[in-house]
């Protein structure tokens, strides 16, 4: 059966994702580009973006790589984004993208913030989105948690072994948001669902119940009340 009559249409809102490494650009299976490629089918063309990058495992923070792609994902948003319309859906690697370029300040706001099985640091004090969130920078924020995720606990070796040189994993897909600001709480969802690492995109029926859930936010663009996911 076909999803394309899904999802309530409003065609003010635009979609940017953002993928995790080892999603080689242009070869039409990364987070990113799926996800993409399923907004202009169901939402509409034009209405959605993607950020994307490639790295190795332990190549992502060499030469502050990171850094640099928090940087291409700003720029991109910048031009790509409208000032209060945006969702945005990040996997892995790409949430911490996303999240170190929230600490630059001239971002448009970010309606919905979606962080599938997030390689970043947990505390939301650490992080910034605390102070994103009380500045209403990001309105609301979804964390998806995969409760067999293998990568995750692989994740926390890497902070273990290589922590030190500043190569390991942030663990937010694993433990889920730290420290989360009471004036905030309200506005912020953890979602445990079962299956691994990229269980969100794995499949069309799995990368389809994902893009509903995203763009749940359609259906009432200001809204400020928690969406029922449907994953």
């Not at 070869?27 to 209405?47: C, H, I, K, M, S």
């Not at 959605?48 to 792609?69: C, D, T, V």
């Not at 630059?104 to 997030?118: T, V």
């Amino acid at each position: 059966m076909s999803d394309t009559l899904l999802v309530p249409r409003r065609p003010r809102v635009t979609y940017g994702f953002v993928g995790g490494i080892l999603d080689p650009p242009d070869d039409g299976q990364g987070f990113g580009e799926l996800g993409v490629a399923w907004v202009n089918r169901n939402l509409g063309p034009g209405r959605a973006w993607a950020y994307e990058y490639f790295s190795l495992a332990l190549m992502r923070r060499l030469f502050g790589a990171q850094r640099k792609r928090a940087a291409g994902f700003a720029s991109l948003f910048r031009k790509r984004g409208r000032d209060g319309d945006n969702v945005i859906a990040a996997h892995s690697n790409g949430a911490e993208v996303v999240v170190r370029a929230l600490a630059g300040k001239d971002l448009p706001i970010i309606r919905w913030l979606h962080l599938f099985s997030p390689a970043c640091d947990p505390d939301m004090d650490a992080n910034g989105l605390n102070l994103a969130l009380e500045t209403r920078r990001v309105g609301n924020l979804t964390v998806w948690i995969a409760k067999e995720d293998r990568a995750m606990k692989a994740a926390w070796w890497s902070r273990f072994f290589g922590g030190w040189l500043g190569l390991g994993y942030g663990l937010m897909g694993r433990d889920g948001p730290t420290h989360i600001l009471p004036e905030v709480a309200d506005r912020v969802s953890v979602v445990p669902r079962p299956g691994g690492h990229s269980r969100w995109h794995s499949t069309p029926a799995a990368l389809a119940l994902t893009m509903r859930a995203v763009s749940a936010f359609d259906e009432n663009p200001w809204a400020e009340k928690k969406l029922t996911p449907v994953i």
